[in-house]
């Protein structure tokens, strides 16, 4: 068919594209000359308040919400101590396997970390809890869109109503907390405390703001936890391959990963998002 043609995936007319450059106009015109569609499947599963069906103001302004808060200084501190702990949680777990399957192990820690960062929600039953309905709830993203008891769509539905039940208390018991704070507000914790605080802002005499609805909050915290069931920890197996397919790459990072941490074991500091930014064979 070549690079660009036209098919049909489950029941929806689609125009694939293998070309870099062909995509590269597709998502640089994002919302302008292309209009963002998607199967019936997601749409069905991610709801009307999904951030994939927003397009204009409302849009720009979760995504500059949320890269303000993953950009900023506190951010990347607590993100640090987050992915530290679980790492060595995880690896103290791995002690007594005999076969360990690494995408099953990164999606765990991947996971554990993006809902701590999310919600706040640290190890327990509400982790597990999550994690479980949420696995249930992402297996339904592409597959036929047909809603009948015991279709994948319908039992994926279904986990998103367990999912948005509990975020939504969490969203809720929040929102009470910092309406009963008189303090001065500090820096946003994680990503509920940003969406919170953004509704409940006054906009400026020249601005019109949109209150965010409880419910597009929970919808939206629980679509940014996607990235940590399929894509970080695929990126992280094929790293894991690559690098057991090329000892002098493996060896090179052993020796300046090993190094940073007689420096931190000398100097009795944790580890920080500056030490990452030290290791430039680590981040390429």
């Avoid at 999310?118 to 190890?123: A, C, K, N, Y």
């Avoid at 039953?125 to 319908?154: A, H, M, W």
Wanted: aromatic share 6%; proline share 5%.
């Amino acid at each position: 068919h070549g690079k660009v043609f036209k098919t049909h995936l489950l029941g929806t007319p689609i125009i694939v594209s293998t070309d870099p450059d062909v995509n590269k106009v597709v998502l640089q015109n994002h919302g302008n000359t292309f209009i963002p569609a998607y199967p019936k499947s997601i749409t069905e599963l991610l709801g009307e308040h999904s951030i994939l069906q927003m397009n204009g103001n409302l849009q720009k302004r979760l995504h500059a919400l949320i890269a303000g808060f993953l950009r900023s200084p506190q951010f990347k501190t607590r993100i640090t101590a987050h992915i530290e702990s679980s790492v060595v949680s995880t690896l103290g777990s791995w002690q007594h396997m005999q076969v360990l399957l690494v995408q099953e192990e990164t999606k765990k820690i991947t996971f554990e970390v993006l809902v701590k960062v999310l919600m706040s929600v640290g190890p327990g039953e509400d982790l597990e809890f999550l994690k479980r309905e949420f696995e249930e709830f992402i297996k339904g993203l592409i597959c036929l869109p047909i809603k009948l008891p015991g279709t994948r769509l319908y039992k994926s539905l279904k986990a998103k109503e367990r999912l948005l039940k509990v975020v939504k208390k969490i969203v809720e018991e929040r929102k009470l907390a910092m309406e009963e704070e008189t303090d001065e507000k500090g820096m946003a914790k994680d990503a509920v405390d940003v969406l919170l605080r953004d509704s409940s802002e006054e906009p400026s005499s020249d601005q019109i703001k949109q209150s965010l609805p409880l419910d597009f909050i929970s919808g939206n915290i629980i679509e940014m936890m996607i990235p940590g069931e399929e894509t970080v920890p695929m990126a992280m197996t094929l790293a894991v391959k690559f690098l057991s397919d090329c000892p002098v790459a493996l060896q090179q990072l052993m020796e300046e990963n090993m190094e940073l941490k007689k420096q931190r074991k000398e100097s009795g500091e944790d580890y920080s998002w500056t030490d990452y930014l030290s290791l430039p064979f680590t981040q390429n």
